[in-house]
């Protein structure tokens, strides 16, 4: 679980330990993204308002049952003032940047009587983050929350729109092949690039039923479908298999694009191409985001 309760704040962030934040005294609650390293502990019986994206608030609803009073939408890019006791005398600001890392997901920036407190949950790092007005012209930050799924040197990968391209690239070299796209799991992730591919290549993407269900929910452009008539795949990378590729190239010419930045299995076998694209910061976006911020501590937040 990826969550804190940030201390001396009334306040947590992907926390949902009820009875945790009884004892502390957490009267707020923020949900970052839908990933289920986020939101571990969180049911439908949940009772306290959770503030998060607009988007978010939606699969909230939808997908986890929570009661909709309870649901705070906040609008990404804007801030917002937060009472934070009963008679809402003291009260503080909420920033929300989008996180560029899964529809919905958000970072967090706090300020009140207890500082700066910045809260990136999961993130890719992109220059234009610091466009923002806020970040622009912010005073210092006390603490930064950082995702560091890849804080390690070697942990270097091209940007997501080099990642596309280079899947473009992949599919180009191979008209009147069939495209399997491996992903991680059947969380939200990739939807941008998977819009991108069916624009460019003018086809359908293939999804579960299930994936599409929370695909509606985000109002994408109309590209995923269920039935089997897209020339693009999506499916679990374990699933792309020595075995299933025979399988599938017996019925069409087929080749499998696994797009993760944590994969070393099949790369090199015929017909399998591995595309390092990541929804986290590398080493080098994460180095460059913190001596930009330049917070005056930083607690990991992975
Ligand atoms: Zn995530």
């Not at 003032?81 to 005398?89: A, S, V, Y």
């Not at 590398?282 to 330049?294: A, I």
Request: aromatic fraction near 10%.
């Amino acid at each position: 679980m990826n969550g804190h309760v940030i201390p001396h704040t009334p306040f947590a962030v992907d926390f949902w330990r009820s009875r945790q934040c009884d004892l502390t005294g957490t009267r707020l609650f923020f949900l970052t993204h839908m990933h289920a390293d986020h939101t571990s502990g969180l049911s439908p019986s949940w009772k306290h308002p959770i503030y998060c994206s607009e988007v978010t608030a939606k699969l909230l609803i939808c997908k986890f049952d929570i009661t909709p009073a309870l649901v705070r939408p906040l609008a990404v890019g804007e801030s917002h003032i937060l009472p934070l006791d009963e008679t809402g005398q003291e009260t503080m600001t909420v920033t929300v940047f989008d996180a560029n890392h899964c529809p919905g997901a958000v970072m967090f920036l706090f300020q009140g009587y207890f500082g700066s407190i910045f809260y990136t949950g999961d993130f890719r790092y992109s220059p234009e983050m610091f466009d923002h007005e806020v970040l622009a012209n912010r005073q210092s930050i006390d603490v930064l929350y950082l995702d560091n799924t890849y804080c390690s040197p070697e942990c270097k990968f091209p940007s997501r729109t080099e990642a596309t391209q280079m899947i473009k690239d992949i599919i180009c070299r191979h008209p009147g092949h069939d495209i399997v796209l491996g992903v991680s799991s059947n969380a939200l992730g990739k939807e941008d690039m998977l819009v991108e591919l069916a624009m460019t290549f003018q086809t359908w993407v293939v999804v579960t039923p299930q994936r599409l269900e929370t695909l509606k929910l985000l109002e994408l452009p109309n590209v995923f479908t269920d039935r089997e008539d897209g020339r693009i795949w999506v499916t679990l990378k374990y699933q792309i298999t020595r075995k299933n590729i025979e399988r599938w190239n017996q019925e069409r010419p087929t080749i499998a694009i696994i797009a993760s930045s944590l994969y070393a299995g099949l790369d090199g076998i015929s017909h399998v191409h591995v595309v390092p694209y990541s929804d986290h910061s590398s080493y080098r976006e994460l180095h460059e985001f913190v001596s930009r911020l330049k917070p005056r501590s930083i607690i990991p937040v992975v």
